[in-house]
């Protein structure tokens, strides 16, 4: 009997290691494939994007946020991998009647690690979680050194339309804006909180507007209406899986920040 904790706090006892997964979480759907687990993966989300042939193997059981209960009862899973973000504790608890629920709670960069060593020990992958681990650590580190003397600047990262809403404290995409060296002008507003763009200069007056691929996918005339209300502020167009997925995604977050730091100095 091997008993682990979740990042919820939740104990999980099983018996052997789970063999038949369902992730409702896109960006664990690409770890758990980073893994080696893709023969034990037998459900996903219909956003769990990468790799895209999974698509076409693996049985869709709905969303994120709205899932085909009966889909998800009838393919008989071992455990079902959530998360805190992603899906409702109300999700959370129906499927709890179903299998153990493994919910992972991602905020920081120690959080990512820890989950990837957690999966290590559930699906009896240490090996491989340790190797991942190990190069994200020199990614990381290597990081860190590349951006030790660029200046900080004031940033809004937009996530939505109507209303219009940009990530603020307690979250990844926050946690990876303060590594960039971007001071974000909402962090101490909220998670996601809505904003009044007429209200962006007294609030902070930003250096830099970042509008996002996902949750939201902004276009030219968003960046033309946000762009009114901003003093100097330059946009910028950047790819929502590098800032807001976590596991293995995170090893090519690296070299896209780079390439982004680039951009801004021209």
Known sequence: MKQLTDQLGTLHSFETAPKRIISLVPSQTELLFDLGLEEKIIGITKFCVHPYHLK??????????????????????????????????????????????????????????????????????????????????????????????????KAAYFIWKNPYMVAGKDTYINELLKLNHFQNIYEEKGRYPEIELKKMRLEGDPDLVFLSSEPYPFKEEDAFDIGRFTHHAKTIFVDGEMFSWHGSRLLKAFPYFKLLHERLKN
């Open 56 to 153: 076409s193997t693996k049985k869709i059981v709905g969303g994120t946020k709205k899932i085909h209960f009966e889909k998800i009862k009838l393919l008989q899973p071992d455990i079902i991998i959530c998360n805190k973000e992603e899906n409702t504790l109300e999700i959370v608890e129906q499927l709890s009647a179903i299998c153990p629920v493994w919910v992972t709670n991602i905020v920081s960069v120690e959080d990512n690690f820890q989950m990837i060593s957690d999966f290590g020990q559930l699906f009896n992958c240490r090996t491989e979680a340790q190797k991942w681990n190990d190069k994200l650590t020199f990614a990381l580190n290597d990081f860190k050194k590349y951006i030790h003397d660029i200046p900080s600047k």
